[in-house]
């Protein structure tokens, strides 16, 4: 292996059978291997290849020249160079920033690009079937007859035309033989090409004006600009412009939004506007379409992909615009393996692209708004929302005084709101971010309480599936019958309230209305909030009950109740963005209500009316919020003021996980604007069974925190049992 890597290069001298090249390879390794390039021909940079590893073979992409240092017979030779485009240079620039952002190596997150390892080889000549332009008679039949409709437009898999026709694979392979279908290559274009000259809707002077300023943008290089308007001022018919003028200047374009989000709401409208569809990219898609997407986006072949985060690392060779949608969303920020936001490596993308990326969100989040302030970020500021639905007011409920009747949690003025507006045929939600149906577990009779085995978290009551589950490592089991501690029967009860037990308060409060749970359990992707949201256009439903998941940018016309249910959670936790996230998601929620012709009500119940963001929430003063919530930061030297590192160190042995994390403080960086703080426990001291102590790097603006926690480390031996995690900018703080 070698560590010292050359800057990549476009074509390799490589015309000698003995040259040799570094090639990366997709393995949590840091450092490239070297190979000999052999009789192939010369292979230039981000070229993929197989090669041989130990005894298996693996795929990589040639990241460099070879130093030929290495004794010339030892090397191995590449086994095959894939007749696919190279990875783009800007792609591989963009990885190694990453990597070194996020102190990962790079193979790890050259992974996240070739997540497609079999997109790498072409597509078969023989991949799809189409019409025969002169198809001889044969005898029909209702399904043959369904195939022959179904197989109009592009060429397709025969899986596929069978699955759309609704017939068994024999069906299209019968009509392959009869000669009505051929065989025929897979179209290089996945995707029908969007049209930017299709006429949108007519714009709003102000509209328009944002429109304009995002098209001078995509005419440019690297910009960044905020759409900052609040929800339903349009802000998506805004950005499909930026889009458009991308498309005019012949370059692809990438949105990326939260996974949920990603359902056939935005489609509809995309293709509305576009006359087409555009390439999705999430973890709903089945292994056919992305591997077909893949290879179009790396053959430029795909204009628009719409995807979540990790649509960033696909291969574009001509991207010309990132859009980051509900750029304040959380989910944006991937926890596990690569701990990376996919906002602020847009931004990364766009600068090492020399492209404009568009931060959209009715409540930006601090950072963003810091950046903007700075001038760093251009702010393009959308007032009004569209046509005559006014932005609803806000009441506060002050629990104290309208207390909810025994065994619930719903107030007298919300109960009344509630049936009124399910008696006015209308639609309400209530909103609650927990899943289940009561948090805790307690015996009555001794005070037990149930704890994950796993975790120090306590499990959650899912009485829908009669079991007890940990939202942390996913253990579950039963609900026990007799307390697990004293053994008495009948004991056990759940306490405080999840979505399934305010369900039920609202089944017994209005035993005729037609309830929807929405919550990560029962909304797992796009097909299933499509779903949602086809029910609640057809108002098959009139009381949703849900978590944050349902505070996305849905549209729904006839919903104009909002009740959230607890606003005080969330403002008690230990996060630095505590404040700024429900601020955010009472915003969003607030914003889902009386969005069409029906005016709306939102209603807050809480137990502290006087706490900053619940008074800026009902005062509707987001100047006052941010103003508050920035000098709280910046005094306290925290994001965007400052910057934080998390390390997690973990082994199954606690002794283990102790020393290792006193062994890294012992040789914490002594530089000036660094404090390291810790070893503690981690928020879940336990999680899925290893113990973990936490180390949190604080630092001022100017520190190269990366570099800095990278060279700690290499300094720092530590057994192979201990695991680090390293979280640059976290989020979550458990
Ligand atoms: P946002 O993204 O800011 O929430 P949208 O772009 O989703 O707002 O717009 C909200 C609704 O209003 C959508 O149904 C959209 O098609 C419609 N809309 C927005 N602007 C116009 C316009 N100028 N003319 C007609 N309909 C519009
Ligand atoms: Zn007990
Ligand atoms: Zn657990």
Redesign the pocket.
């Known amino acids: 292996m070698n560590s010292g890597r050359k800057p990549p290069t476009a074509l390799l001298p490589s015309d000698r059978a003995d040259a040799t090249v570094e090639v990366l390879l997709p393995l949590p390794l840091y450092g490239t291997f070297e190979y000999r390039a052999g009789d192939g021909g010369p292979l230039s940079g981000g070229r993929f290849v197989q090669v041989p590893l130990g005894n298996r073979q693996a795929i990589g992409a040639v990241w460099g020249a070879g130093s030929e240092s290495v004794a010339g017979d030892k090397l191995k030779t590449i086994t095959r160079a894939f007749d696919a485009p190279p990875l783009p240079p800007v792609s591989r620039r963009f990885i190694e920033w990453v990597a070194a952002y996020t102190v990962h190596p790079p193979g790890a997150v050259l992974r996240m690009a070739m997540s497609v390892p079999a997109a790498l080889t072409p597509p078969s000549p023989n991949a799809a079937v189409t019409m025969a332009s002169d198809p001889p008679d044969i005898r029909w039949t209702a399904e043959r007859r369904r195939v022959v409709e179904a197989a109009e437009g592009l060429p397709r898999p025969a899986a596929e035309l069978a699955r759309t026709a609704g017939v068994g694979p024999g069906v299209v392979a019968g009509l392959v033989k009869a000669g009505v279908l051929v065989q025929t290559a897979l179209p290089a274009g996945v995707i029908e090409a969007p049209d930017p000259d299709r006429p949108g ?4 002077p102000s ?1 328009a004006a944002a429109a304009g300023a995002l098209r001078d943008a995509a005419r440019r290089g690297y910009s960044v600009n905020v759409l900052d ?10 950005y499909f412009e930026a889009v458009a003028e991308t498309l005019r200047q012949g370059r692809q374009a990438l949105v990326l939004l939260p996974e949920i989000a990603l359902g056939a709401q935005w489609l509809d ?1 995309f293709r509305l506007r576009f006359g087409a569809e555009p390439a999705e990219w999430h973890s709903e898609l089945g292994h056919g379409y992305r591997r077909r997407t893949w290879r179009a986006v790396a053959e430029g072949a795909a204009p628009v992909v719409v995807g979540a985060r990790s649509a960033l690392f696909l291969p574009f060779p001509n991207l010309g615009l990132i859009v980051v949608d509900e750029e304040h969303d959380t989910s944006f920020k991937q926890e596990d393996g690569v701990a990376y936001n996919a906002r602020d490596m847009a931004v990364v993308r766009a600068r090492l692209g020399d492209i404009p990326a568009v931060l ?1 969100s ?1 409540t930006p989040s601090l950072e963003t708004i810091v950046n903007a302030q700075a001038g760093r970020y251009h702010r393009i500021h ?1 007032p009004d929302r ?2 005559t639905a006014a932005s609803p007011p806000i009441e506060v409920v002050d629990l104290r005084r309208d207390r909810p009747p025994r065994g619930g949690w719903l107030s007298p003025p919300l109960r009344a709101a509630l049936a009124e507006t399910v008696g006015r045929q209308t639609q309400a939600l209530l909103f609650l971010n927990r899943r289940g149906y009561a948090p805790l577990t307690l015996c009555r009779a001794c005070g037990h309480r149930i704890q994950c085995p796993n975790c120090t978290t306590w499990l959650v009551e899912h009485r829908l599936l009669a079991r007890l589950q940990c939202h942390h490592c996913g253990h579950s089991q039963p609900i026990p019958v007799v307390c697990p501690n004293c053994r008495a029967s009948d004991s056990l009860a759940g306490c405080g309230p999840g979505v399934e037990r305010l369900a039920d308060e609202v089944a017994s409060l209005l035993p005729d209305a037609r309830l929807a749970l929405a919550t990560s359990d029962t909304l797992t992707g796009p097909a299933a909030a499509t779903e949602l949201v086809r029910r609640m256009e057809a108002h098959e439903i009139d009381v949703v009950v849900g978590t944050q998941i349902v505070a996305k ?1 849905y ?1 729904f016309p006839l919903l104009t109740l909002v009740g959230v249910v607890d606003a005080d959670l969330g403002l008690s936790g230990g996060d630095l963005r505590a404040a700024e996230r429900t601020w955010q998601l009472l915003v969003q929620v607030a914003g889902r209500a009386g ?1 069409a012709a029906h005016p709306g009500r939102v209603i807050l119940q809480t137990h502290m009316p006087e706490h900053p963001v619940i008074a800026a929430l009902a005062g509707g003063d987001r100047e006052a919020f941010l103003a508050a919530e920035t000098s709280a930061r910046r005094s306290a030297g925290l994001p965007p003021f400052g910057r934080l590192a998390a390390l997690i160190v973990s082994d199954r042995i606690e002794a283990n996980a102790d020393r290792a994390a006193r062994l890294l403080a012992r040789q914490a960086p002594q530089h000036a604007g660094v404090r390291v703080l810790g070893p503690a426990p981690a928020p879940l001291a336990v999680l899925r069974g290893r113990h973990r102590r936490r180390l949190l790097v604080m630092a001022t603006k100017e520190v190269a925190v990366p570099a800095l926690v990278r060279r700690w480390l290499e300094a720092t031996p530590l057994p192979r049992s201990v695991r680090i995690q390293v979280d640059v900018d976290p989020y979550s703080f458990l």
């Open positions: 809707v007519a714009l709003t509209q308007g609040v929800a339903g001022s349009g802000k998506t018919e805004v409208r959209v009715a959308l569209h046509g940018g549209h969005r």
